[in-house]
């Protein structure tokens, strides 16, 4: 686990980050971690050095995200919580019991009983080393050689995590911010998201630099997970309306926030995955991001395998209407430019 660095999918969600995390988990050598920092939230870095018990409790004591499970499904949701066998439901379902663990294994019940004895032995260190100690068995339980781990949105948190682990690399997945968009418009955690940030702007809060702040910011963004869902009405966040500009304009801020975190890197160590290209030709594109991550894992038999997973989708964007895709394009036009799409 420590020869090969580690690497994080970085993306804004909504743009094929998940089939990436899919693709990687089917290759034998990969330890494919999935919406495992989201499950944390922002008080994955606590500023200090704490102990394994406060660590199983972010592993394990549901928040937030659980509230928007009982309201709404979505599609990268793993653990059938409404399945009366399970040992959970959507109320006392742990963070890393949504994703995380079902995408790792079948028997990710027995595995959460093994984490949680080996996470409570863990002495007192900085999230960091917790992270990667897990990180690291969990590798060596399932015989892994690398580490990725990718969650949607990601990009609001490269900066911090990178700083946490200087080492990683970043392969940075990408779509149309058109169509994304709208991807986003229907997708729950990023309804909320948005009200959030909405409502920090009306109390001139800027949410996109203050995750990316590099001195106090671990504390900081702590304090704005305790505080961020003071008074937040989910019923009414999932439910209103909300301007499809702003979601572009969300989905650009995101892009210029993961360019100031890396776009300095190098081939070396940043690899660009654009979704529409690996819809064209995903067996070069997922050869491509098997050599980035390293060139001693190479399987045709994988790669036979996941170029068989991405497929064509129909434009959405395509159907708005003229007024509402001229609004939309002119909200992502920082991040199209970007990236290099023409608009």
Known sequence: MNEIPPVFVFSTGRCGSTMVSQMLNRHPDILSLSEFFSAVGLSAFAGKKVTGEHMWRLYSKPGKRAEIIKRESFSELLYPFDDPASRFDAATLPPIMSVALPHLTDHYEALYDELERFVHAQPKA??????????????????????????????????????????????????????????????????????????????????????????NSDRLTCWMAAVQWWGLDLDRALSESLPLPEFAEFWSNMIETGHRAFGHFGPDRRLDLRFEEMQEDPQREARRLLEFISPELGNETWLDEVARIPRPTPSKFAQLGPGMQQAVTQACRPGLQRLGYTC
């Open 126 to 215: 900085w999230p960091r080393d917790h992270y990667q100690a897990l990180f690291t068995w969990l590798g060596e339980r399932l015989g892994k050689k690398v580490w990725i781990e990718r969650h949607g949105g990601s990009l609001l948190m490269a900066s911090r995590l990178l700083r946490q682990f200087p080492e990683a690399r970043v392969i940075h997945v990408f779509r149309d911010g058109r169509e994304t968009t709208l991807s986003m418009s229907h997708h729950p955690p990023f309804r909320v998201a948005l009200t959030l940030i909405r409502r920090a702007r009306r109390r001139g809060i800027d949410l996109y630099r203050i995750l990316e702040k590099t001195q």
